[in-house]
C-alpha cells in the first residue's frame, strides 16, 4: 500500500529541488520579516515566491478536484505535505496553507457556483486570502455544540453577532473572507443541527479585528491567530453554505483532510529537526567527546526515528482509509492520528531542544517556533482529549 504513483514521486523530486533553491536559503530572511514586520503585515519573500512555484506547476496540490487543483487523493498528496511540512515558509509559497486549504475545500465542495466564482476563484490564485471563525474566548469549543455566536434571519440577510478567537489570517491584510460557523437555531433539539456556516466579506461593517494572540511568543509564525468580533454584521442570504443548520457536516468534512494535512506536516517538520540534532550532535563536543557517543543521545535519536516511522505509517494509513472507506468510514484512524503526530513532533522537537542547549530555545534554527506549532497542534482541530475518548468509546463498541 506504501508505494506512491509515478505522478506523486514526480512531484515529490520537484518539490524537494524547489525546496532546496528557494525555501530553505530564504528561510531566515522569512522569520525575520515575520518579526519586523508583524501580523499585520505580509513577508513580502512569500510574494517573490509564490509566482516561481505557480510556474513550477507546484501550486493548489492539496485539492483532489481535478477542475481546480491537482487531482490527488489524501494518500497522494501526503507524501507531498510532509515535504512542505519542513519549514514554515512552504505550505503558503504553495497556496496549500490552512485555513485557507479547508476554506477552499469547503467552497470547492458546498459553495454555490455564485460563491465560487467570488471567493474560490480569487483564492486557487493566491490573490486573496481567507480565514475560519468557530472558537470563542468565552466557551469549552472542544465540544463545538457550546458555540454561542448567533446567525439570524432577517428577511433577505441574516444578521451575525459573536466574539471568535484563534481565528487564523484575520490580520493578514489579504484576508478578504471568512467562514463564520454560529448558532441559527439554538433550540433544535438536535445539537448538531444548531450550527451553521456563513459567508462573511472581511470589510462587511461590524467586523473587527481585535488584535493579533501570540502563539507561545510567536505573532505571525507560525499561525496569524486573531481575535475577532463580529457585530450585527449584516450578510445577504444567500451567503449561507449548504442550508440552514448543516454547520456539522461541513465541519467534518472540511476537518478529515485538514487533519491529515496537519499529521503529515508534522512529520516532515519533525524529520527537519531530527536532522538538526544529528547534525548538532555529531559536532558538538562535551566532556570530552561529541555528544552523539553520548548513551542518551543515542536513545533519543533511536527514539525520536521510531516516533517518527510510526507516525507517518500510522497517517498514510489513515490517508488511504480516508480514500476508500471515506471520512466516516476512517473516523478512528483521523482521531489516532491527531492524536499520535503531534505528541510524536512534540517529544521529538524537545529532545531537540536538549541537544542545541540554551541556542535551542532561540528561534535562530526555527527550533522554538516547530515547536510552538507541534504544541498548538495538540489543540487545533480537536484537542486529545476529545480524540482520545472517540477512539476509546469506538473500541469499546466492538465489545458490545
Known amino acids: 500500500m506504501f508505494a506512491f504513483s509515478p505522478q506523486v514521486q514526480d512531484l515529490q523530486q520537484r518539490l524537494l529541488a524547489f525546496m532546496d533553491e528557494h525555501i530553505y536559503p ?11 514586520l508583524g501580523p499585520w503585515k505580509v513577508a513580502p519573500i512569500l510574494e517573490e515566491l509564490k509566482p516561481k512555484a505557480r510556474e513550477a506547476g507546484l501550486w493548489n496540490l492539496f485539492l483532489p478536484d481535478s477542475g481546480h487543483g491537482a487531482g490527488l487523493s489524501n494518500y497522494d498528496y501526503a507524501p507531498l505535505c510532509e515535504i512542505m511540512g519542513r519549514s514554515h515558509l512552504a505550505p503558503e509559497v504553495f497556496n496549500c496553507s490552512a485555513p485557507d ?90 445539537r448538531h443541527r444548531q450550527q451553521s456556516m456563513i459567508l462573511v466579506p472581511m470589510d462587511t461593517p461590524g467586523v473587527k479585528v481585535v488584535r493579533p494572540i501570540a502563539v507561545f511568543g510567536f505573532y505571525g509564525v507560525p499561525d496569524r491567530a486573531s481575535e475577532v468580533i463580529f457585530e450585527n ?45 544529528c547534525r548538532r550532535s555529531l559536532s558538538r563536543v562535551a566532556f570530552g567527546k561529541p555528544i ?21 505509517l500510522l497517517t498514510l494509513n489513515a490517508a488511504h482509509r480516508m480514500d476508500t472507506l471515506g471520512n466516516k468510514g476512517a473516523k478512528a484512524d483521523i482521531a489516532m492520528i491527531k492524536v499520535a503526530a503531534p505528541q510524536m513532533a512534540c517529544q521529538v522537537i524537545d529532545w531537540v531542544i536538549q541537544a542545541h542547549g540554551g541556542g535551542g530555545t532561540n528561534n535562530d534554527l526555527g527550533i522554538a517556533s516547530a515547536y510552538a506549532t507541534a504544541r498548538l497542534l495538540r489543540l487545533a482541530d480537536g484537542p486529545d482529549e476529545v480524540h482520545c475518548a472517540q477512539i476509546g468509546k469506538l473500541e469499546l463498541a466492538k465489545y458490545r
Open 233 to 277: 454584521v449584516r450578510v445577504p442570504a444567500a451567503n449561507m453554505l449548504l442550508g440552514e443548520g448543516r454547520g456539522f457536516e461541513i465541519a467534518q468534512g472540511r476537518l478529515g483532510p485538514g487533519r491529515i494535512h496537519h499529521c503529515m506536516r508534522l512529520v516532515g517538520l519533525a524529520e527537519r529537526m531530527l536532522e538538526r540534532m
Open 101 to 190: 486549504t479547508g476554506n477552499m475545500e469547503v467552497l470547492a465542495r458546498y459553495g454555490t457556483p455564485e460563491q465560487q466564482a467570488r471567493w474560490l476563484t480569487p483564492l486557487l490564485a493566491g490573490e486573496i486570502r481567507s480565514c475560519f471563525a468557530m472558537t470563542e474566548p468565552a466557551v469549552a469549543s472542544s465540544d463545538a455544540t457550546n458555540i454561542a455566536s448567533s446567525i439570524v434571519r432577517d428577511g433577505d440577510h441574516y444578521v451575525i453577532n459573536g466574539h471568535k478567537w484563534y481565528t487564523t489570517n484575520a490580520t493578514d491584510p489579504r484576508c478578504r473572507i471568512c467562514i463564520f460557523m454560529g448558532k441559527s437555531d439554538p433550540d433544535n433539539a438536535d
Open 26 to 36: 530564504n528561510e531566515d530572511r522569512y522569520y525575520n520579516e515575520a518579526e519586523a
Open 292 to 312: 552523539a557517543q553520548q548513551g542518551v543521545t543515542l536513545e533519543r535519536i533511536a527514539h525520536a526515528r521510531i516516533l517518527i516511522e510510526q507516525a507517518r
